[in-house]
């Protein structure tokens, strides 16, 4: 396998690369979650691959399949600005940003990665996967650039995974009771937060990886509420 194939992006993200402090997945793919021919999508991605070589970055190009097929980049020693400044370029609602971690003497233990929508991390994982269990998904995963290349993934909002174990029971799903006219206004904002959340989730105008998107941060938000109330 080449220098840029499998072995080479787990090695990497493992933080077995001595060179490789920081990574990103980044793509140029369906701006502002709208549903792009996929001519336009490869011309929006030479775009991306010039805005980062401009900057002096090197990167892996990747494939894989978030609700419909996407190509992206793995990028190597970028900054998380500098991740966050490509997302916000390119139009896209979040991006993953990794940085290696170390243990008190000083050897590398692996990379922890932030899903960043916007400028904002939304939720932190410490492991990528690529067992059986991956390989056999039809959706949501990155691959290498061939198309039967193996799979991988970056478990976010799987809660097997969570970094700081959650204490609420294990469930897909978050049920809050009725809120009293007090609960409402003390908590408006994640309310309105919620709602908008919901519209995005099922406007089929969107892509599917965006309605994907909202859906996790749903739940995410809905737990938040729960906590406080």
Same mark, same amino acid.
Request: no cysteine; proline share 5%.
């Given at each position: 396998?080449?220098e840029?194939?499998?072995?080479?992006?787990?090695?990497?993200?493992?933080?077995?690369?001595?060179?490789?402090?920081?990574?990103?997945?980044?793509?140029?793919?369906?701006?502002?979650?709208?549903?792009?021919?996929?001519?336009?999508?490869?011309?929006? !991605?030479?775009e991306?691959?010039?805005?980062?070589?401009?900057?002096?970055?090197?990167?892996?190009?990747?494939?894989?399949?978030?609700?419909?097929?996407?190509?992206?980049?793995?990028?190597?020693?970028?900054?998380? +600005?500098?991740?966050?400044?490509?997302?916000?370029?390119?139009?896209?609602?979040?991006?993953?940003?990794?940085? *290696?971690?170390? +243990?008190? $003497?000083? $050897?590398?233990?692996?990379f922890?990665?932030y899903?960043?929508?916007?400028?904002?991390?939304?939720?932190?994982?410490?492991?990528v &996967?690529?067992?059986?269990?991956?390989?056999?998904?039809e959706?949501?995963?990155?691959?290498?650039? %061939?198309?039967?290349?193996?799979?991988? @993934?970056?478990?976010?909002? #799987?809660? +097997?995974?969570?970094?700081?174990?959650? $204490?609420?029971?294990?469930? !897909?799903?978050?049920?809050?009771?009725? &809120?009293?006219?007090? %609960?409402?206004?003390?908590? %408006?904002?994640?309310?309105?937060?919620?709602?908008?959340?919901?519209?995005?989730? @099922? #406007?089929?105008?969107?892509t599917p990886?965006?309605?994907?998107?909202?859906?996790?941060?749903?739940?995410? *938000?809905?737990? $938040?509420?729960?906590?406080?109330?």
């Amino acid at each position: 396998m080449n220098e840029s194939g499998f072995n080479r992006i787990m090695n990497i993200l493992a933080g077995n690369v001595p060179s490789i402090d920081s990574v990103a997945f980044i793509t140029a793919a369906n701006p502002n979650a709208e549903p792009t021919p996929a001519r336009e999508n490869i011309l929006l !991605n030479k775009e991306l691959a010039a805005w980062l070589r401009a900057r002096g970055l090197g990167f892996i190009r990747i494939r894989g399949k978030f609700g419909g097929p996407e190509k992206s980049f793995i990028v190597n020693n970028i900054t998380k +600005d500098e991740t966050i400044a490509a997302g916000l370029e390119f139009d896209q609602e979040a991006v993953i940003w990794g940085e *290696k971690t170390f +243990d008190t $003497e000083g $050897e590398p233990t692996g990379f922890k990665f932030y899903y960043i929508e916007g400028d904002v991390i939304k939720q932190e994982r410490d492991i990528v &996967l690529s067992g059986e269990e991956v390989q056999n998904r039809e959706d949501f995963y990155s691959q290498e650039r %061939q198309t039967a290349a193996r799979k991988f @993934l970056v478990p976010f909002f #799987d809660e +097997d995974y969570e970094i700081v174990p959650v $204490e609420e029971a294990q469930h !897909n799903f978050v049920f809050l009771p009725p &809120l009293n006219g007090e %609960q409402l206004k003390t908590h %408006q904002q994640t309310i309105d937060e919620i709602n908008d959340r919901t519209r995005k989730s @099922l #406007d089929e105008s969107r892509t599917p990886k965006s309605r994907w998107h909202h859906r996790q941060l749903l739940r995410l *938000k809905l737990k $938040e509420l729960q906590r406080r109330l």
